[in-house]
């Protein structure tokens, strides 16, 4: 599924190369459920955003399901990001303005959905993480712990094999952490592959594996 | 459609800023409307008179004197001129104010050498025919109204003509009866409300007559394609002992510093003005994408690439270009229409088609430096970097 072979990526700070991942193999297969851990500025964020398509390696050759991601194109991988992956991230990345509909319903609308199933497949997926009766509310209007669930009723919308979250309990507290990584225990369980990155151990505890990163290495 | 979606959620999200840039190019597009529009004005009679074939000829006036025996007519001078081997012809006209229908109407009978020479741009129909079988007459401004093509108007005095043209908006006809010491082309020329003009070759003279026309004061001495400099000069001679010459050169020349000195001082004001809504333009669009990028992080995260990022800024600012562009066309196709509406006393702009050129211009330019911004943007900071500057 997940494939990379020594991964490089290099910010330029100053005139010093800063290798914020350097020679990163790593294999993930189909349906796994793999925790990312490491400290702050380790380098797991870059991890998961090559991973998902945000950002490119500097270095290495990186595969997921055949495709060779390294080489795709911008809009190439853009519609990497819309079929393959589904995103759920920390601050929950949702256009706060609008209702909970319209945020599960933007990925299709980038996507290949035909127009005429779009908002039932969006309230399935609303359905699917118990925020249906939510669906005309302003996403401003919600706890943390139902925008968590909007925002991944919105990666599920497009049924994306891969969904990679970065410290998706970052911002809860520890109840509704308990019920949204029950939410990706039971995606896992339905054959998605998750990748979480965190720094909290009873997150990583759900997981199958844990990787741990440092100073750009998996070690 | 799906893109519409997205697009409209921008447009939603902007509106206010969005509403700011509509009005403002609304205003500065009109400012180029109108300002081209004098321009046109401003160089129309030039632009006639250039096209007028009358580069072999002098424009010839002699000033008022009201002790001269001979103060009402120049018709001895002209008949003596015909004398002089270089003398052609002489090109003038008649007028008359008449009635159409209750409605005061400026009515100028053509001689074939003044038809042939002025050749007006008429709306629809087509020019007066110096062949034509019966009067035919060609309105312009507000005469126009409610006339067709083919029909037959007859004037107080009694002249019926077939009507074979309309000039809609602006009339431009011949004046030859300013005198001075610097004439240009454009004061061979007078803006007029509403006029009908009719070939006097086919109209009964005792018609004509009746209402006891005025005759143009001066008139144009055209000369003989063959003669030469010397029987030129020997005409000119007799001409300025008698008033004075202006040839086809000098009253172009003329006529191209009083547009530069008219531009001169109509264009400093509206161009700062455009100037300025057009920076006001950029800055606000600067705004927008400024506020735009973290939404746009957010799209990006989900499946939008960066390049239909900036189309679907570039888009929504379109749609925000589409009212003024679209309110101004609407003023530049119906200004002539306006203008047959009611009276106006000599509008000083002549706004067409040719008008929403350098509007499209202009639109065009703001659009693409609005397209060139997210892309520089975007070159500076990738939608990750901004996501992650958010986070921060």
Redesign the interface.
């Known amino acids: 599924m997940i494939q990379m072979e020594h991964i490089s990526k290099i910010y330029q700070v100053g005139d010093a190369p800063f290798y914020a991942l350097r020679d990163v193999s790593l294999h993930i297969g189909a349906g796994e459920m793999v925790a990312v851990r490491g400290r702050s500025g380790a380098g797991k964020s870059t991890l998961l955003?090559i991973i998902g398509g945000?950002?490119t390696p500097d270095e290495g050759r990186y595969m997921l399901n055949g495709l060779n991601v390294g080489e795709a194109t911008?809009?190439g991988?853009?519609?990497i990001?819309?079929?393959q992956i589904g995103?759920v991230?920390?601050?929950f990345?949702?256009?706060d303005?609008?209702s909970t509909l319209?945020n599960v319903t933007?990925?299709?609308?980038?996507?290949k959905t035909p127009?005429s199933q779009m908002k039932t497949k969006a309230l399935d997926a609303l359905e699917a993480v118990g925020v249906s009766d939510q669906a005309h509310k302003a996403v401003s209007d919600m706890s943390g712990g139902q925008r968590q669930r909007v925002a991944i009723a919105?990666a599920l919308v497009?049924d994306p094999p891969v969904i990679l979250a970065d410290e998706p309990t970052g911002n809860l507290d520890s109840e509704t952490t308990e019920e949204i990584m029950k939410l990706f225990v039971s995606l896992h369980e339905r054959g998605k592959t998750v990748v979480i990155v965190t720094h909290d151990e009873h997150v990583a505890s759900f997981c199958d594996r844990s990787i741990t990163i440092s100073d750009g290495k998996i070690i | 459609m799906k893109k519409l979606i997205v697009m409209l959620s921008f447009l939603k999200r902007n509106l206010l800023p969005l509403t700011v840039i509509a009005v403002t190019m609304t205003v500065s597009l009109f400012m180029i409307i109108t300002t081209v529009g004098e321009y046109q004005y401003r160089s129309y009679a030039r632009k006639v008179f250039a096209d007028s074939g009358l580069a072999h000829s002098v424009y010839f006036c002699r000033g008022y004197d009201p002790l001269r025996e001979d103060r009402d007519s120049n018709q001895w001078i002209y008949d003596a001129a015909a004398a002089y081997p270089a003398f052609s012809q002489t090109v003038t006209y008649t007028t008359d104010v008449d009635s159409l229908e209750g409605e005061i109407v400026n009515v100028m009978y053509q001689s074939d050498a003044l038809l042939q020479a002025f050749r007006p741009k008429v709306s629809r129909g087509r020019w007066l025919k110096p062949d034509a079988e019966e009067p035919e007459a060609v309105l312009g401004g507000f005469a126009c109204k409610g006339r067709r093509l083919g029909e037959y108007i007859t004037l107080e005095g009694g002249v019926t003509a077939r009507v074979v043209g309309l000039i809609e908006g602006n009339a431009l006809w011949p004046s030859f009866n300013r005198s001075g010491t610097r004439m240009s082309a454009d004061d061979l020329f007078e803006s007029v409300d509403s006029c009908a003009f009719i070939n006097a070759a086919q109209t009964d003279p005792a018609l004509i007559e009746r209402n006891r026309p005025q005759r143009a004061r001066n008139a144009i001495i055209c000369f003989k394609e063959d003669a030469d400099a010397w029987e030129i000069a020997e005409l000119r001679a007799f001409l300025e002992q008698q008033g004075l010459c202006y040839d086809y050169e000098t009253l172009l020349l003329h006529a191209d510093e009083d547009i530069a000195d008219a531009l001169r001082r109509a264009l400093p004001l509206p161009l700062f003005l455009v100037t300025v809504m057009s920076i006001s333009v950029l800055c606000v669009g600067a705004v927008i994408l400024q506020r735009s990028m973290s939404e746009q992080a957010k799209y990006y995260l989900i499946g939008c690439s960066k390049r239909e990022g900036i189309l679907l800024i570039t888009g929504a600012l379109f749609m925000a270009f589409l009212v003024p562009i679209l309110l101004n066309t609407v003023l530049a196709m119906c200004f002539p229409h306006f203008l047959r509406l009611g009276r106006y006393s000599e509008p000083e702009y002549i706004i067409n088609g040719v008008t929403l050129l350098p509007m499209g211009g202009y639109a065009a330019v703001m659009l693409i430096l609005l397209w060139g911004m997210p892309r520089l943007f975007y070159k500076k900071l990738s939608p990750i970097q901004v996501y992650r500057r958010n986070l921060s």
Do not use: C, T
Not at chain 1, 106 to 111: D, E, Q, S, W
């Open positions: 955003h945000l950002d911008d809009a991988l853009a519609r990001r819309n079929e995103f991230l920390q601050d990345s949702l256009i303005h609008r319209y933007v990925p299709m609308l980038f996507g127009f919105r497009n």
